[in-house]
C-alpha cells in the first residue's frame, strides 16, 4: 500500500521556525517528485514548494520564497520543509504530495499529484 506521512508540525509563535518531514511506505520516495501543499479554512488548497527527483529543480510560492525551503536527505527517504519567519498567515493544514512526470513547477501550480499523504497541522501563533 502507497502512503505518505508527513510529521512535524505543531504550535509556533509568530517569527518561529518549523521543519516538516515527509516519509513514504511502499515506494521510493526518492524517484518522485514530491511536494508540500497546504489548506487554510475556508481557502483552497495551495502549492507551497515542490522539488523534483534527483533534485534537478524547485520550485516555492511566491508566498513563502525567502522562508521556506524544500530538501531532500541523501539517503532519499525523507523530504523536509524548512520553515522559517512564520506568519499568521502560514496557518494551515500541510499535506506532503508525490507526482511523476511532471515538473516541479506545474506540479505545485497546478497540483499534478498522484497521493496525497494525511496532512499535519501547523499554527502561528502569539
Known amino acids: 500500500q502507497l502512503q505518505l506521512v508527513e510529521s512535524g508540525g505543531g504550535l509556533v509563535q509568530p517569527g518561529g521556525s518549523l521543519r516538516l518531514s515527509c516519509t513514504a511506505s511502499?515506494?521510493?520516495?526518492?524517484?518522485?517528485?514530491i511536494g508540500w501543499f497546504r489548506q487554510a479554512p475556508g481557502k483552497e488548497r495551495e502549492g507551497v514548494s515542490c522539488?523534483?527527483?534527483?533534485?534537478?529543480?524547485?520550485y516555492s510560492a511566491d508566498s513563502v520564497k525567502g522562508r521556506f525551503t524544500i530538501s531532500r536527505d541523501n539517503a532519499g527517504d525523507t523530504v523536509y520543509l524548512q520553515m522559517n519567519s512564520l506568519k499568521p498567515e502560514d496557518t494551515a493544514v500541510y499535506y506532503c504530495?508525490?507526482?511523476?512526470?511532471?515538473?516541479?513547477?506545474?506540479?505545485?501550480?497546478?497540483?499534478?499529484?498522484?497521493?496525497w499523504g494525511q496532512g499535519t497541522q501547523v499554527t502561528v501563533s502569539s
Open positions: 522539488i523534483s527527483s534527483g533534485v534537478v529543480s524547485t
Open positions: 504530495a508525490a507526482a511523476s512526470f511532471t515538473t516541479a513547477r506545474h506540479m505545485c501550480q497546478n497540483y499534478e499529484v498522484d497521493y
Open positions: 511502499g515506494f521510493i520516495l526518492d524517484n518522485y517528485l
